[in-house]
């Protein structure tokens, strides 16, 4: 499945996924993101962009797990905010399984 992108704030996100039953924080997981991404697919993309700042953007993925189990990471986009995990799951919405993530 491709990742759909959609652009809001960050809670707006947040509230959004969780009425879709995104209720698992993988922030709390990044070590098991990191080791094993073949176990995740990213199925949402909201993407967070400040007005003047770059400092202010921000990606929040909307993840299921391949047992089902559906959540959420959320990312910065300054250098110093990106953690592996964030770059791990960036990587797996640009490869996806059709090599392109769409958007919305």
């Known amino acids: 499945m491709k990742p759909i992108y959609h652009y809001c704030t960050i809670s ?22 990191k080791k094993n991404p073949h176990n995740y697919e990213i199925e949402h993309v909201y993407r967070y962009e400040g007005d003047s700042d770059p400092d202010d953007e921000a ?16 990312a910065g986009f300054s250098a110093n905010s990106e953690s592996e995990a964030a770059t791990v799951l960036a990587k797996l919405c640009i490869e996806g399984n059709d090599k392109q993530c769409r958007t919305n």
């Open 12 to 33: 707006e996100a947040l509230e959004e996924l969780n009425k879709k039953g995104f209720t698992i924080d993988y922030n709390l997981q990044d070590e098991t993101i």
């Open 59 to 74: 990606v929040v993925y909307g993840i299921v797990s391949n047992s089902g189990k559906k959540g959420v990471y959320v």
